[in-house]
C-alpha cells in the first residue's frame, strides 16, 4: 500500500521552498527523530531516493521458534 501526499510550494518575496511531507504512519514506522537530517537521491529512472546518513540505532527484535 503506498501513501499519496501532495508537494507543495511556499513562496516568499526572496525565495521559494518546495515540501513533500510524509504521513505520520510512514514516520512513525521509519523512526524519525525530531529534526533528523536527511538526503535526497535522484535515481537514473527518476525515483526519489531517501537516505539516512546519520540513522539512530534501532531497537532490535530477536526472533525465536516456537515449538
Do not use: C
Amino acid at each position: 500500500m503506498g501513501y499519496k501526499t501532495k508537494v507543495q510550494s511556499i513562496k516568499r518575496k526572496t525565495s521559494e521552498q518546495w515540501y513533500i511531507n510524509f504521513p505520520m504512519a510512514l514516520a512513525q514506522a521509519l523512526e524519525f527523530e525530531h529534526s533528523e537530517e536527511v538526503e535526497w537521491i535522484v535515481a537514473e529512472d527518476g525515483t526519489l531516493l531517501l537516505t539516512r546518513p546519520n540513522m539512530p540505532k534501532r531497537t532490535t527484535v530477536k526472533k525465536t521458534k516456537r515449538d
